[in-house]
């Protein structure tokens, strides 16, 4: 039956919404293809030096980045250089803007500097630079190299660059000031049950450490989550992508529940000495499985939704038949157009792939994956 031809009684329509508007909340680093990555520098151009006394022989202007509230969030970055010398002792050196930088960690070198003496390519210098809050952006990091000997040749093969928020504590430090998301993010005129659903919190993070370290996230419904981020070290151009901690709500969110949701996000290293560089962050809504309200209704759903791993989001209808929407993880759409009988069942009225749907197990992924919705859309005429 067509939606305009569908009988009404009273005095006209009853609309009633259930909607999804997901952004992508980013707490460290506003990430998108406007503004910038974690990996600042990621440069294979060999360059040499015969000099004697340091001089400069790389710079890179490097932004730092605000989050989605227009906080700034990044204090650190880490830094890689290769290199070798023909004979002699090589010399290398960072600096921030001309001078030497605080350093958050020497991990190969001392302080900002070191010397070496290998004649093929190694990691001569590795270190992770304060960024203090005062620092202008965008900043100049500079490498300045030399050879003690002279006549022989420094060689600086390759520099790597890993910027964003550091984490030495092994208690628990705020990612970023409890915040809620903007609109309202929920809006649910229906009345619908809640499973397997809640924040999902996405971290890219680069390491250097011995123990396991944590993330962690509490919401207004005193939902508290976290993960562990293996113990590792890190190139500084590679990081570890970190898409867990899917909150499970369970009943907690109010049926019929209208606004945004009031996160707090925190991260702790494992053991004293240990450091971990949170390159991007983000927050966003995950559900697995929907419950609608039963009852005799006209509508459309439309989805546009994100799936983190490889999966398929299924429809299910234990009573009559399955329909799925499978491929690799990337954006997807699924537009339906429905009504239910009398008896509670939700019919899909799609002339591609034709099957029903009952209204207890909606839009639901495998138990071992999780979709993200951009937008979810339900409009019910009553």
């Known amino acids: 039956m067509s939606l305009l031809l569908a009988p009404v ?61 227009g906080h700034r969030v990044v204090n650190a970055v880490r830094v890689q250089i290769y290199g070798y010398v023909s004979a ?112 999902k919190l996405i971290a890219y993070v680069n390491r250097y450490t011995t123990a396991n370290a944590n993330i962690q996230i509490q919401d207004q419904w005193n939902t508290n989550q976290s993960f562990s981020i293996p113990a590792a070290n890190d190139a500084a151009n590679t990081g570890i992508v970190e898409p867990e901690a899917l909150l499970d709500y369970g009943a907690t969110i109010p049926s019929g529940y209208n606004g945004g949701m009031t996160f707090t996000a925190s991260a702790n290293v494992g053991a004293t000495g240990d450091i971990i560089i949170i390159g991007y962050c983000f ?13 005799p209704h006209y509508g459309f759903i439309e989805v546009a939704y994100w799936v983190w791993q490889i999966a398929s989001l299924a429809i299910y209808d234990p009573q009559y038949s399955t329909g799925s929407i499978t491929g690799a993880s990337g954006w997807g759409y699924l537009n339906t157009i429905f009504n239910v009988n009398n008896s509670g069942n939700w019919i899909i009225n799609n002339n591609a792939t034709p099957f029903a749907i009952d209204e207890d197990e909606i839009l639901m992924t495998a138990a071992s994956n999780n979709v993200i919705y951009r937008e979810l859309l339900l409009v019910i005429l009553e």
């Open 283 to 295: 927050v966003a809504f995950g559900f697995h499985i929907i419950t609608f309200p039963k009852g």
């Open 88 to 199: 002699g002792t090589g010399y290398v050196e960072v600096l921030i803007n001309g001078a030497a930088p605080a350093m958050l960690k020497t991990i190969v070198g001392t302080g900002n500097s070191n010397s070496f003496t290998n004649t093929t390519s190694a990691l001569i210098f590795d270190g992770i630079i304060s960024l203090p809050s005062t620092l202008s952006s965008p900043y100049t990091l500079s490498i300045n190299a030399y050879n003690a000997t002279a006549g022989d040749t420094t060689y600086i093969a390759d520099v790597y660059g890993f910027q964003g928020l550091a984490i030495t504590s092994t208690s628990p430090i705020t990612i970023d000031q409890t915040e809620t998301t903007p609109l309202n993010t929920i809006l649910d005129e229906i009345g619908l049950s809640y499973q397997l659903s809640g924040a």
């Open 9 to 69: 009684q009273g005095t006209g329509l009853k609309i009633k919404r259930y909607r999804i508007y997901n952004q992508q909340i980013d707490i460290v680093n506003n990430s998108s293809s406007s503004s910038v990555g974690p990996i600042v520098i990621n440069d294979t151009t060999a360059v040499n030096t015969t000099a004697n006394a340091y001089t400069q022989v790389k710079s890179y202007n490097i932004s730092i980045p605000y989050n989605d509230w």
